[in-house]
Each structure stands twice: as C-alpha cells, then as structure tokens.
C-alpha cells in the first residue's frame, strides 16, 4: 500500500480516565469534601499528518484546564465542569470537536459504578 492511496478521516486526541478531586455537586455533604472524578476527552483535529508538537493539540493542555477549573473553587453541577472542560480545548486552534464525559464514582454507589454527563461541542463552520 503506497501513502497516496491512504485517506485520514478522522484524527483525535484522547485523554482516558483522568482522575481528579474536585469540590463538586449541588447536596450538602457534597460541598464539605472533596470527591473523586473520572474524565474521558476526546478531542477531534484536521485529519492531516502532524509533522511536530506545535502542530497538535498537546494531551497535556487537557489535564492543566481541568485542573485550573477545579482549582476555581466549587462547582455546583457536573455539567458546568464538562461545559467549562470542552470550551476550553476548543478554545486551541487545532480542536474541531470536542467529547468530555465527567463521572462521579460515588454518586450512586453501591448501586451503579457511576454517574455523569457528557457533552460534545464543535466548531461552527465558518
């Protein structure tokens, strides 16, 4: 198989599992502690080749806004904490789309693993 008859449809970025503590949630005994998160984010680029670093959306960019929005102080719902995620990967100038899932491991225990929200932004056609 030669390079020109390879076709790149689609080309992401992708951070799985990111566990964070965040002071989070609407209920009292929410907003005296801090309690665990897990986040997936996906974030879709041009699909062309990347020839270096500057050329991408650096994964670590996901992980320095997450935990600059924690760092905030506390955030009522977790919709607000995905919103706020998605907004500002898609605030690079390489992200078209962005997928964040926000999870709370505890909030239904012991009766499911976890509970949360996803939300998908994408650029509007220019």
């Given at each position: 198989?030669?390079?020109?008859?390879?076709?790149?449809?689609?080309?992401?970025?992708?951070?799985?599992?990111?566990?964070?503590?965040?002071?989070?949630?609407?209920?009292?005994?929410?907003?005296a502690r801090a309690q665990p998160l897990v986040l997936d984010v996906e974030v879709e680029l041009a699909p062309?080749?990347?020839?270096?670093?500057?050329?991408?959306?650096?994964?670590?960019?996901?992980?320095?806004?997450?935990?600059?929005?924690?760092?905030?102080?506390?955030?009522?719902?977790?919709?607000?904490?995905?919103?706020?995620?998605?907004?500002?990967?898609?605030?690079?100038?390489?992200?078209?789309?962005?997928?964040?899932?926000?999870?709370?491991?505890?909030?239904?225990?012991?009766?499911?693993?976890?509970?949360?929200?996803?939300?998908?932004?994408?650029?509007?056609?220019?």
């Amino acid at each position: 198989m030669t390079t020109q008859s390879i076709v790149t449809r689609s080309q992401k970025v992708v951070v799985r599992g990111l566990r964070l503590e965040a002071m989070i949630g609407v209920h009292g005994h929410e907003r005296a502690r801090a309690q665990p998160l897990v986040l997936d984010v996906e974030v879709e680029l041009a699909p062309e080749p990347v020839p270096d670093l500057s050329a991408t959306f650096n994964y670590e960019a996901v992980v320095l806004a997450a935990r600059n929005i924690i760092a905030g102080g506390h955030i009522d719902l977790v919709e607000t904490l995905a919103r706020s995620l998605a907004e500002a990967c898609l605030g690079h100038a390489a992200a078209r789309r962005v997928r964040v899932c926000v999870l709370k491991p505890q909030a239904l225990a012991p009766d499911a693993d976890a509970a949360g929200v996803e939300i998908v932004l994408e650029r509007s056609a220019p």
